[in-house]
C-alpha cells in the first residue's frame, strides 16, 4: 500500500490531490487560491497535515523544474533558479514570491517531499530541441502528461511504452503543449514560448522585447499581459472565462481574442508534429476544457486542419478525476505513487523522469559573459 499526494501550482489556484493506491481512496481532493498561498505558503503544508495520514511521497511544486531530487537535499541556489525572478519582483510578492517561500518551508519539513523535473531537464527530449530554450514546459505540464499517459493506455488496454499523443493544456495563465510517444515526453512548447494564452502573450516578438526592455521596466508581469483578456478588455477580478467565451460571440472585440487564441492552439498543435507526426490522439486538459462550448469550437478547427493533412488523429478531453482539483494534481499525485513503489512505478521509471538533470539555464548557447551573468543573478 502506497499513500500519495501531488501538488499542482496552476496560476489561478495551487490543487492537491491524494490517494491510497490499495484502496483507491481519496486522501485529499483541495483547490487554494494561489492569491493565499502568497500570503500564507504555510496553507499547503497545514492542509497535508490535516488528512493524519501516513504520507509515503509528495510531489511539491517547483516552478521551472529541477532535476528529480527530495527537497530536504535541495539547494538554495537551485530552488532561486528554479522560480527566478529579478529583486524587483519579488518586492511586488508576485504569485511565484509563495511557490518559492512553500519550496523552501518544504526543504525543511520532515515529510517526504520531492521536487520535479521541468520538459528542459528530461533526456527523452533530444538536445537539440533545448537549444536556447528555458520554457518547454513547467513541472506541472509533466504532470499532465502523467494523466495523459495513464489515461490513454487506461482506456484502450494498451502498455504505457504505446502510448502516443499531443496534449494541450489549457489553462487560466497560458496555453502550453506537449509530445508523448512511446510513453515518454520528446517535445514540448511552454506557455511562454508558443501561441497566445488567456492571460499570457506567448512566444514574444524578439523585436517587442527589446523594445519593452528600452522604454520600461521588464517585469514578469509582463509575462501575464498581451493574451486573450488583455485584447478583449476583461477585467479578471470580475468576469469568469466562461463569460468571456460566451461575450465572444456577442462582440467583436472579445471575438478577436477567441480566435486568436483557438488559432494558437491550432500552431501549438502543428509545432509538436514535427516531432510526432502520427499522435493516436489529441487531448485536451486545462481549466477551459470544462466548458463545453469552447470544448466543441477546438475539436472542429482541429478536426479540420489535421483532415487537411491526412491525420485521423482522434481529439477528446482528458477525463476529469474529480470536481475539484485539475487533471495536473491527480498526475503529480501518480508522480509521488510511483517514485514510493507503488501501482505507477513502471509508468514513472518509462518516462525517465529520474534522470532528468541540468537547470533551466543549462541550455543556453550565448556568449559566456552573458550566460555567466544570468545564473550569477538569479542564483541568489
Not at 204 to 230: C, H, P, R, V, W
Not at 246 to 260: N, P, Q, S, V
Not at 352 to 361: N, Q, R, V, W
Request: hydrophobic residues 40%.
Amino acid at each position: 500500500m502506497v499513500t500519495a499526494i501531488g501538488i499542482d501550482p496552476g496560476t489561478k489556484s495551487m490543487d492537491l490531490f491524494g490517494f491510497d493506491d490499495e484502496t483507491d481512496e481519496v486522501i485529499i481532493d483541495r483547490t487554494i487560491p494561489r492569491s493565499e498561498v502568497t500570503k500564507n505558503p504555510k496553507i499547503v503544508l497545514d492542509a497535508i497535515l490535516e488528512t493524519d495520514k501516513n504520507i509515503d511521497a509528495i510531489i511539491g511544486p517547483s516552478g521551472y523544474g529541477l532535476p528529480m531530487v527530495k527537497a530536504s537535499e535541495t539547494e538554495d541556489e537551485e530552488i532561486n533558479i528554479a522560480t527566478f525572478i529579478t529583486q524587483e519582483d519579488l518586492a511586488r510578492g508576485l504569485n511565484i514570491v509563495g511557490l518559492r517561500e512553500l519550496m523552501f518551508l518544504m526543504k525543511k519539513s520532515d515529510l517526504n517531499i520531492w521536487f520535479p523535473p521541468g520538459v528542459i531537464h528530461l533526456p527523452t527530449v533530444p538536445e537539440h530541441k533545448k537549444i536556447n530554450r528555458i520554457d518547454m514546459g513547467t513541472a506541472d505540464k509533466v504532470f499532465t502528461a502523467v494523466s495523459g499517459i495513464k489515461d490513454q493506455a487506461e482506456k484502450y488496454c494498451i502498455d504505457y511504452t504505446e502510448t502516443s499523443f499531443i496534449i494541450l493544456e489549457i489553462g487560466f495563465g497560458y496555453t502550453a503543449a506537449l509530445a508523448i510517444d512511446d510513453g515518454k515526453i520528446v517535445d514540448g512548447v511552454g506557455g511562454s514560448v508558443g501561441g497566445l494564452g488567456y492571460m499570457g502573450m506567448g512566444g514574444m516578438d524578439g523585436e517587442l522585447a527589446y523594445a519593452i526592455a528600452n522604454t520600461t521596466e521588464f517585469s514578469k508581469t509582463l509575462l501575464f499581459n498581451g493574451g486573450a483578456s488583455t485584447i478583449s478588455g476583461i477585467d479578471l477580478q470580475k468576469s469568469s472565462i466562461e463569460e468571456f467565451i460566451y461575450t465572444a460571440k456577442k462582440t467583436e472585440e472579445t471575438r478577436l481574442a477567441y480566435l486568436a487564441m483557438i488559432d494558437s492552439i491550432v500552431k501549438d498543435t502543428y509545432l509538436l508534429l514535427s516531432s510526432l507526426s502520427n499522435p493516436k490522439e489529441i487531448l485536451l486538459s486545462g481549466r477551459f476544457t470544462k466548458i463545453d462550448s469552447f470544448i466543441q469550437d477546438i475539436e472542429s478547427t482541429l478536426t479540420e486542419h489535421l483532415n487537411c493533412i491526412g491525420l485521423d488523429a482522434k481529439i477528446r478531453k482528458l477525463g476529469q478525476t474529480t470536481d475539484n482539483v485539475k487533471e495536473a494534481a491527480k498526475g503529480a499525485a501518480i508522480l509521488a505513487n510511483g517514485i514510493a513503489g507503488g501501482r505507477y512505478t513502471k509508468l514513472i521509471e518509462n518516462m525517465k523522469l529520474t534522470e532528468s538533470a541540468g537547470d533551466i539555464f543549462t541550455h543556453l548557447y550565448l556568449d559566456k559573459e552573458i550566460k555567466e551573468k544570468i545564473k550569477e543573478t538569479f542564483s541568489n
